[in-house]
């Protein structure tokens, strides 16, 4: 078949590579030149570049809705894509471009309108999480129009979108917050503020499946050292150690969310998600954010082959869950030793040493490289390795000796 995968960045690269081993053709709407699509390539994932790119303010719908993609764009583009391209099938991991399959008579994995708002509006994901007894964060201010919120009187404090699909904003300076609140969003849209929770994130991810769900794999991060917007592993993980979570609190963290993904099996649709909770420093875990999609730069390896994986996720999800159950897949962070919080932007250009990964065969390779005149190169600051069980020291120490990168991981 003629797969394409409409997805953000580098969320299904080992599934992408998986199906071109069982035979099938993938394409992915991945060509923006800061997420290397050449990389891609090299591994046989056609990348197409048919969606136009505009801004906020230049959103050509008579209704537009902050934060989802154009219909005016988005339509035609969808339907030429599959025409000039022969798609037989749609793998949708994108919650912002859902809309834009409406009405299409052709096989696809995706959400649906419903199932989007769990991530896309988070008052509602928020209200169905209070619902479902989750403990919330407590709401210290809402509006219409985030330009004309000016700061509340608390140390730290988290601004939200109340209905549209836009990162949130961690604030410590109301003052900071006046001078930035444009660049975060130049269209004043509602929103609200909850009291940071401080303590320990924990992140939970599933499979749903038309009403059927199952658990994948949890874990410990706190994304907190790097604080500051982008989609570059650097940008998410610098200085920060991705642990894996204790077995008791992992039992708590699972039950807590059950009742939540019992409501959303409801909504109807398949994707794949998480649920963020904080475990707060009173021991409770309160509701962070829903996210009905794959983490970008996804390094997990495929536990099955492409086409297994394709059944098991339409028709029997704990199948793809039962492949994680009892395992860890601890993460390493390797980052630009040159890098400090003065100096952001001093990043090395290096060659990355994909023999090591001939060498040591079960490792999967990381999203986010470059490839340039035949050689692999990393140039982003860091990438992200996901092990399979346990952490391959021979591996990690290599790897260092050859990039000259230090590495931060779980002890």
Known sequence: ?????????????????????????????????????????????KTI???????????PDPEPVVGLYSTTHGIPA??????????????????????????????????????IRLETDKWYSRNLANKCGIKLPN??????????FEGVDKDTWVLKPKHNWHSATINSSNELWNVMKHNWMPIGIPYYVEEMVKGRETNISYIMSNGKWAFTF??????????????QILNWFKNT?????????????????????????KLGGQWEGSITQMLGEDDELYFIEHN??????????????????????????????DCFTGRKFPKVVFQDQSITKLHQDQIS????????????PEVPEPTGLAYVDGQYMSKTGAFLITFNDKINMDFVNEMIKETGFIANWDD
């Open 218 to 231: 949890s874990e410990i991060c706190d994304e907190s050292p790097a604080k500051h917007l982008g989609h």
């Open 241 to 265: 150690k991705i642990e894996n979570i204790p077995e008791d609190l992992d039992k708590r963290v699972r039950e807590n969310v059950t009742p939540l993904l019992n409501e959303a099996a």
């Open 1 to 45: 078949m003629n797969i394409l995968f409409i997805e953000l960045q580098h969320q299904n690269f080992h599934l992408q590579r998986e199906l071109i081993k069982d035979g099938h053709t993938v394409y992915t709407n991945q060509s923006n030149p800061t997420e290397f699509p050449e990389y891609y390539e090299e591994f046989g994932i």
């Open 292 to 321: 009905c999609r794959p983490y970008v730069h996804n390094g997990f390896a495929l536990p099955m082959g492409g086409n297994e994986y394709m059944d098991a996720f339409q028709n029997d999800p704990q199948k793809i869950g």
């Open 349 to 360: 250009i290096v060659p990355y040493p994909m023999h090591l990964h001939q060498k040591y």
């Open 139 to 148: 709401v210290l201010a809402t509006g219409e129009n985030h330009l004309e």
């Open 49 to 59: 570049n048919e969606f136009p790119i505009y801004t906020f303010q230049e959103d």
């Open 78 to 115: 969808i339907r030429k894509i599959i025409e000039k391209y022969e798609i037989d099938f749609i793998w949708c991991s994108a919650p912002h471009k859902v809309r834009l399959l409406e009405g299409l008579n052709i096989p696809m994995i995706a959400h649906n309108q419903d199932s």
